[in-house]
């Protein structure tokens, strides 16, 4: 399951919440290591049209827990931004 997500999960991307209220923003980390890769993931308040609008929280996970976290989201009905929502937010 986790090889599933591993190339799914791009370099950076946003999902965004069911309800539209909130958006979370996944980054690999280009100051980790390669062999073991950081993500941050960035949680924001958003508008009802999905746009950050506050920051709520920031973490760095190795690549495991954040394929686990993406495929999670997934699961709950979360679903990928195709464009960039906010460039001045990331």
């Not at 539209?20 to 980390?29: A, H, Q």
């Not at 280009?30 to 920031?58: C, E, F």
């Not at 954040?66 to 931004?81: C, D, F, K, M, P």
Request: charged content about 25%; overall charge negative; hydrophobic content about 40%.
């Amino acid at each position: 399951m986790t090889a599933e997500f591993r190339r799914e999960l791009p370099a950076s991307a946003w999902l965004i919440h069911p309800e539209r209220k909130r958006v979370m923003f996944f980054i690999k980390d280009p100051k980790s290591l390669i062999h073991m890769p950081k993500v941050i993931t960035q949680l924001w308040y958003s508008t009802a049209d999905g746009i950050p609008t506050r920051m709520k929280n920031t973490r760095t996970m190795d690549l495991e827990n954040a394929l686990e976290t993406w495929g999670e989201l997934l699961s709950n009905g979360w679903e990928l931004v195709e464009h960039q929502i906010n460039n001045d937010a990331a």
